[in-house]
C-alpha cells in the first residue's frame, strides 16, 4: 500500500490549511487511520487519529483547531488545519494504525 499526502504550503499564523491523503487502496475504513507531523529535530508525533467506528482524537497542542475526516469510498484522509500557529511548522504524514511503510509527506510552514 502507498500513502501519499498532500495539502502542504506556506501560511500565516491564524490561517487554515486542509491536508489530504490517498491510499493506494482501501485501507481507511477497517483500520484506525491518524495524522503525524514531524518538526526538524523532533521525533515524529501522532497529532490526529480517527478509529475504524468513527471516533476521533487529537494531540492537545492541536485540539480544537484540527480535525479529522475521512472518504471510505476514495481511499482518502484528510485534516483540517484552522489557526496555524508557527509551532504548527512541519512535515506531515498519515498512516494508519499500526503503522504501513511511511509514504511522501507534505511540509506545512506556518510563518509572517
Known amino acids: 500500500v502507498q500513502l501519499q499526502a498532500s495539502g502542504g504550503g506556506l501560511e500565516q499564523p491564524g490561517g487554515s490549511l486542509r491536508l489530504s491523503c490517498v491510499a493506494s487502496?482501501?485501507?481507511?475504513?477497517?483500520?484506525?487511520a491518524g495524522w503525524y507531523r514531524q518538526a526538524p529535530g523532533n521525533q515524529r508525533e501522532l497529532v490526529a487519529a480517527?478509529?475504524?467506528?468513527?471516533?476521533?482524537m487529537y494531540a492537545d497542542s492541536v485540539k480544537g483547531r484540527f480535525t479529522i475526516s475521512r472518504d471510505n469510498a476514495k481511499n482518502m484522509l484528510y485534516l483540517q488545519m484552522n489557526d496555524l500557529r508557527p509551532e504548527d511548522t512541519a512535515v506531515y504524514y498519515c498512516?494508519?494504525?499500526?503503522?504501513?511503510?511511511w509514504g511522501q509527506g507534505t511540509l506545512v510552514t506556518v510563518s509572517s
Open positions: 498512516n494508519i494504525v499500526p503503522n504501513l511503510p
Open positions: 487502496r482501501s485501507i481507511f475504513s477497517n483500520n484506525a
Open positions: 480517527v478509529t475504524s467506528d468513527g471516533s476521533t
